[in-house]
């Protein structure tokens, strides 16, 4: 059978039914970043993510912004378990006809977007492929008292996104800014419920989140902030990349984090079959297909 039939979140599944894990791992495969135990009030953050030619970035894309997505990708993940990242491996594959300045510039916007989190670059591996391809990985570590999990999200929360959503294909996906700052603040300040960073879409990454807890989802039109580049609302819940978090709070802490006009509430958790619901501004039900970006 063709991958194509499977999907990717049917072979994940298969992958996770297949693997066992000691007890070490307290978070396998399923969530943002894996967790593992290590410390007495701390856990290990482990996460990875590839970006491929034509897929992730284009051949014209500038080698410096590839460099810094590769790495942003993997923050935006540690950001989204509340966690600090610390270590890097990044390995590359490519043309030995590639030119020398290329890997500079690519190291260059890595090295940049490292510094500014305080990563290391440790290691990583080179391999002649055909496509340019980057894979990094990424250690972290995080308080366990600050772990959030897409898991752990009741009914009665608040939804909240980080910044506005849509278009990110026209700039955004290149030059964000991973929400670690964000993520500390917030799950050091308030009790946030469950996390997500919004890679796949706003519609596809709130489904990761009701299928782990069995909660639906309302959501309004005139409360999700758009990028300037959405184009309307479609945009701002279906298109990839935005990588802002996603994260219901408790009614009453929602109270306190909305007077900081910092994040935006734009619905909040229901009981239900993993549906999602968004009221438009004239007031209309739509129940919305879940969809996003998807590899397979
Ligand atoms: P994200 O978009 O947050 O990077 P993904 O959608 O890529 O997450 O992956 C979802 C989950 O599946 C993660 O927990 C990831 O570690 C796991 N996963 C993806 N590919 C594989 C694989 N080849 N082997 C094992 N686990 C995988
Ligand atoms: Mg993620």
Redesign the pocket.
């Known amino acids: 059978m063709l991958i194509n039939k499977i999907g ?2 049917a ?2 599944e298969y ?2 039914k297949r ?1 066992k894990v000691d007890s070490s791992v307290i ?8 967790v593992i135990r290590f410390k007495k009030d701390r856990y290990i953050l482990f ?3 590839m970006l491929v030619e034509g897929v992730d970035f284009q051949s014209n894309t500038p080698a410096y912004l590839i460099g810094r997505k590769s790495l942003g ?2 923050l ?2 540690i950001a ?1 378990c509340g966690g600090i990242p610390k270590y890097a491996l990044l390995s590359l594959g490519f043309s030995p006809r590639l030119d020398f300045n290329f890997i500079k510039e690519l190291l260059r916007g890595f090295l940049d977007l490292a510094r500014k989190f305080k990563v290391n670059l440790v290691g990583g591996d080179l391999s002649r492929a055909e496509n340019l391809t980057i894979d990094v990985s990424i250690l972290g570590e995080v308080e366990k008292r600050f772990l959030v999990l897409r898991e752990g999200a009741k009914k009665g929360d608040v939804i909240f996104v980080s910044g506005p959503l849509g278009g990110s294909i026209k700039k955004k996906h290149l030059r964000f800014i991973p929400r670690i700052k964000e993520a500390r603040f917030l799950v050091k300040n308030f009790k946030i419920n469950s996390m ?2 919004i ?2 879409g706003l519609v596809q ?1 709130l489904s ?1 989140i009701l299928k782990e807890n069995n909660l639906s989802a309302v959501i309004y039109e005139d409360l999700i902030p758009l990028s300037a580049e959405a184009k309307g609302i479609n945009s701002a819940l279906y298109d990839g990349e935005d990588f802002e978090l996603l994260f219901p709070v408790p009614l009453k802490e929602a109270k306190n984090l909305s007077k900081l006009k910092k994040f935006f509430p734009i619905g909040e958790l229901t009981k239900g079959r993993n549906e999602i619901v968004l009221i438009k501004k004239n007031g209309k039900e739509v129940l919305l297909k879940v969809r996003g970006f998807r590899h397979f």
């Not at 978070?27 to 894996?34: H, L, Q, S, Y």
């Open positions: 990717e979140f072979l994940i992958f996770k693997i978070k396998g495969i399923g969530d943002d970043c894996a996460s990875s993510d990708v993997v935006s993940d989204s997500i960073d890679s796949d990454d990761h």
